[in-house]
């Protein structure tokens, strides 16, 4: 019986090596995996925490310039849930003829509407008045010197688009956005903004993203 077969014969060199070897490949595979889970979450998380670099934008379609006449306004929902009110108040037919201004009051949430009959914006639920330009000039937001948030448009082919933020994460995508009801939202004194219904995209609309 050679020392081989003998059953408290020493491990030869070549039997730790395979061990040691085995061991390290199981580490570096689990390590491997706990990476791919871990950097997987994380990027989600970090999707979710900062969804869009500064600055960061996309071009979506809005509506037929024609379709929006002098004085009138409509309301745009964008895909990350944002709502925009798109004011016409003039006829040369560019991009200035328009004005898109956040429709959510800075005050308390309410939604601001266009009032083409008075030229201002107007939010109902504490009689906030903001000028054309989106600058407050009465009621709560004015006494705080607070102003709409404005978004960039272009006209492209008789087209009108507007700039807004990527969606964040799975909240909405592009292809929900859209004009959505201008009534949506508390229309009077007093109302909860926090009571206003969610605002629903038409089902006639077409989206680009250029």
């Known amino acids: 019986m050679n020392d081989e077969s003998r059953p408290d014969a020493a491990p030869s060199p070549d039997d730790g090596d395979r061990r040691g070897f085995l061991k ?45 006449k002098v004085g009138e306004a409509l ?12 004011a016409r108040q ?19 949430g309410c939604q601001v509407r266009w009032e083409g009959q008075n030229d201002r914006f107007f939010c109902p639920c504490h009689n906030g008045v903001f ?13 705080a010197g607070q102003s709409l948030p404005r978004y ?6 008789g087209s009108l688009h507007i700039a807004v933020p990527p969606p964040r994460l799975t909240l909405m995508q592009p292809d929900h956005a859209g004009v959505v009801a ?21 089902t006639e609309r077409r989206d680009v993203e250029v």
């Open 182 to 202: 201008a009534n949506d939202g508390p229309e009077g004194p007093g109302h909860d903004p926090c009571l206003a219904p969610v605002a629903r995209p038409r």
């Open 75 to 86: 309301r745009y929902r964008g895909p990350s849930g944002e709502t925009i009110n798109i």
């Open 24 to 68: 390290q490949a199981s580490r570096a595979a689990m390590a491997a995996g706990l990476l791919g889970g871990y950097g997987g979450f994380a990027a989600v998380a970090g999707r979710y925490l900062y969804p869009a670099r500064t600055g960061e934008v996309m071009w979506q379609f809005v509506s037929e310039v024609d379709g929006i």
């Open 152 to 157: 960039d448009l272009r006209v492209e082919n």
């Open 90 to 108: 003039a006829r040369n037919g560019d991009a200035s003829d328009f004005i898109a201004l956040s429709s959510t009051c800075p005050h308390l």
């Open 131 to 143: 000028d054309p330009t989106g600058k407050a000039i009465g009621g709560p937001p004015g006494e």
